[in-house]
């Protein structure tokens, strides 16, 4: 049973929030947050200007030395009940992930079990922050290690997973002990307001997580960024705007964490389970209408098998349905706006006009949302465009390569090294793959590697640092090493 929308948006909250406090903003008018499905608004929320932006930074900063000092278990237990508030309204957060961003519900069902886990994984991690202690080399004093919390930071996040990406960053932030400001895309800000709520409601005292909603997103963040009071930069998004956050943290000298664009290799040997290629090559492609940092962009499948891949490639993907993501036959949303539609079709017509040939898909959905028919394209040139460009969304390109270095070459041969997967029955030629393959991750004989409990993040102009797993607190945490002479002398 899909839940009243009308009831489920009234739940949300449309404000800013600010040292515990629903605020109004004083930028410019309202945003209006769009159905991608229908291009019609659900709801007007408040915008943020600069002084909004440096206010919540002011009220995160005010809190952090008191929240440095709440116990562990404390902080462990607030992320704890917060899980579980959560998994009681999976079907809210489901549901208005489905709305705002477009996803099929059973996605967004997925992304609520998986970005939930974060507040679980860290609430497991705020008691286990360690240090050490022991006698120098020299045997005349004693040296301590300890872990502090880094912040306050300024989490930025993108509308892909407008739960996870928020989870991601708030999860390991409050269990290290860092207060925060989030700024959530403009485009998908309700899942992140709903969660602050949670939070609160599970017992977050005031002034921990703060969060600006705005659609001047350069103009808010850059004063936060040049602000000294702020010690750390968390962010989500392209490789683009990545590059330039970096820039401005270089300023005032913040540690950074980066998850940026991709563009993985999707390698089929000849060897391959060819079904479960198939099966592997759907999830890494469409899961999220192909709008993924992780999403297959490049299918490299050996020669003797390319035409039967991209046959039942395309036969699944011309068997989806197209619609909008709370109804319940759909198995494919929209694109998120008018302008990535725009972007498949160029991406689509270049594609063609070098050389490669629509197997399946290739053009608009109808309706009056942002739909793109799930594209299967073969005979695609190495040297196409389209392989040079994060795609990011439901189009899937095939080059064929002939022998097993040429194929590693060919995924290699980007300048992003986020994600590979892989596929093979022979156990040495896949170590091997692992081992070649520039990136930060791989999915050898899968499709999908994302597990709160791994270390998510990526190689190259893929970003810097790791989210998750024992790996995620400690973009949080800063080491302080103390000096002390052998107290027995
Ligand atoms: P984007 O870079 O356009 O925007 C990301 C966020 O940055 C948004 O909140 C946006 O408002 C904000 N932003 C944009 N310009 C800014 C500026 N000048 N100053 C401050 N903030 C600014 O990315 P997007 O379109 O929202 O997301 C898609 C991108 O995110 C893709 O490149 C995808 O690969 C990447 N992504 C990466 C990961 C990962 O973990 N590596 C995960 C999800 C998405």
């Known amino acids: ?103 099929p519900l059973a996605e967004a069902r997925g992304e609520v079990v998986y970005g939930n886990e974060f507040l679980r994984w860290f609430s497991e991690e705020a008691v286990r922050i360690t240090g050490r202690y022991g006698t120098s080399p020299e045997g005349t004093g004693r040296m301590l290690v300890a872990q502090r919390p880094v912040g306050p930071a300024f989490a930025i996040t993108p509308w892909n997973f407008p739960l996870a990406m928020a989870t991601r960053k708030i999860g390991p932030a409050i269990a290290a002990g860092c207060t925060m400001v989030v700024k959530p895309a403009e485009l998908t800000p309700l899942t992140t307001l709903l969660l602050v709520k949670t939070l609160e409601e599970a017992g977050l005292p005031a002034g921990v997580v703060n969060v600006i909603t705005t659609s001047t997103s350069a103009a808010t963040s850059g004063p936060i960024i040049a602000d000294p009071r702020l010690r750390k930069i968390t962010f989500t998004g392209s490789t683009q705007v990545g590059r330039k956050l970096l820039e401005q943290s270089a300023q005032q000298v913040l540690r950074t964490s980066m998850e940026l664009g991709g563009n993985a290799p999707f390698l089929v040997f000849e060897d391959a389970d060819l079904e479960a290629a198939v099966a592997g090559a759907m999830l890494a492609k469409m899961r999220n209408i192909g709008q993924a940092c992780t999403a297959a962009n490049r299918f490299i499948v050996h020669e003797a098998v390319a035409e039967e891949f991209s046959d039942r490639l395309a036969e699944k993907m011309g068997a989806l349905k197209l619609g909008r993501g709370v109804d319940a036959d759909t198995t494919c949303g929209p694109v998120i706006n008018e302008k990535a539609r725009e972007n498949m079709q160029r991406l689509v017509d270049t594609t063609v006009s070098e050389g490669g040939s629509v197997v399946v898909g290739g053009e608009s959905g109808s309706g009056d949302g942002y739909f793109f028919k799930p594209t299967v394209l073969r005979n695609v040139r190495p040297d196409s465009t389209i392989l040079r460009e994060e795609i990011f969304g439901p189009i899937a390109p095939i080059v064929s390569f002939k022998t097993e270095d040429e194929g590693i070459a060919l995924a290699n041969d980007t300048e992003y ?47 810097l640092g790791r989210e998750g797993g024992f790996e995620g607190i400690n973009e949080y945490l800063e080491t302080k090493y103390v000096m002390t002479p052998d107290p027995f002398i």
């Open 1 to 103: 049973m899909t839940l009243n929308e009308n009831e489920l948006l009234a739940k949300v909250p449309t404000q800013l929030y600010i040292a515990g406090k629903w605020v109004d903003g004083h930028g410019d008018g309202q945003i209006a947050v769009e159905d991608p499905a229908t291009g019609k608004t659900l709801i007007n929320i408040a915008n943020a200007n600069a002084q909004d932006g440096l206010d919540a930074l002011r009220a995160a900063d005010e809190t952090q030395a008191t929240w440095a000092k709440v116990a562990p278990r404390e902080r462990a237990e607030i992320l704890r009940r917060a899980f579980e508030l959560v998994k009681a309204r999976s079907e809210e957060f489901a549901t208005l992930i489905s709305l705002e961003m477009g996803k």
């Open 417 to 463: 090294g986020l994600v590979s997967y892989a596929f093979t029955k022979d156990l040495k030629r896949g170590l091997r793959l692992v081992e070649a393959l520039d990136t930060g991750m791989t999915g050898l004989n899968t499709g999908l590697v994302s597990n709160a409990a791994a270390p998510f993040g990526g190689t190259k102009q893929s970003g």
